[in-house]
C-alpha cells in the first residue's frame, strides 16, 4: 500500500496556484463535489503544460502542435470544504516518444492532507494533421528536466491503474 505524501513533500514539485474553493463547488452534501475538483485538476494542468512545459498559444501559433488528453483518473482521498485553501502541483511520471504520463496533485492546505490526484496521459499531436507525432526536442527536453527531478522524489502516489506511456520499460 502505498502512502500518501504530505503536503510539505510536495515542495520540491512548486506550486502551480494557491486558491481558495469558493462557493460555487459545494454539493448537497457540503463539500466539493467531483466538478470542483475536477476543475482544479484541469486549471493545474493547463497551468503546467503553459508554464512548465512550455506548451502554450505561442508554441501552438508557431508549430502548429499541441497535445490531446487520451485518459485522466481522478482519485479522492480527502474531502475539500468551501473557504479552505489549497494548492496544486504536477509530477511527471513517464514519456514516451509521442506521449507523456503524469498527475496532478491537490494538496488542501487548511487540512494538512493531499485532498485528490488526476493521472493523465497525454499524446503530442500535430493539428495539421491530426495525429501524434514525436515531441518537438525542446518540449520533449522540458518533459524530461521535469522526469529526472520528480523521479528522485522519495515518495510515491498510488497508481489509479494501469495508465502509463507505451514506452516498454527497461
Known sequence: MTTLPTPADLQ??????????????????GHVNVRGHYDLHMDAAEESWEH?????QAFLDRTGQSSFSLTHHV??????LVGHEVTAHLRILDRGPKTVHAVTILANRTTGEIAST???VEAYVDLTTR???AFAPEIAERIDALLEQHA????SLPPSHRLGTSRPTA
Open 12 to 29: 520540491p514539485l512548486g506550486t502551480l496556484f494557491t486558491r481558495t474553493v469558493p462557493a460555487r463547488y459545494q454539493d448537497l452534501n
Open 52 to 56: 512548465q512545459v512550455g506548451l502554450d
Open 75 to 80: 482519485q479522492f482521498h480527502r474531502e475539500i
Open 118 to 120: 488526476l493521472e493523465f
Open 131 to 133: 495525429r501524434t507525432t
Open 152 to 155: 528522485s522524489l522519495p515518495w
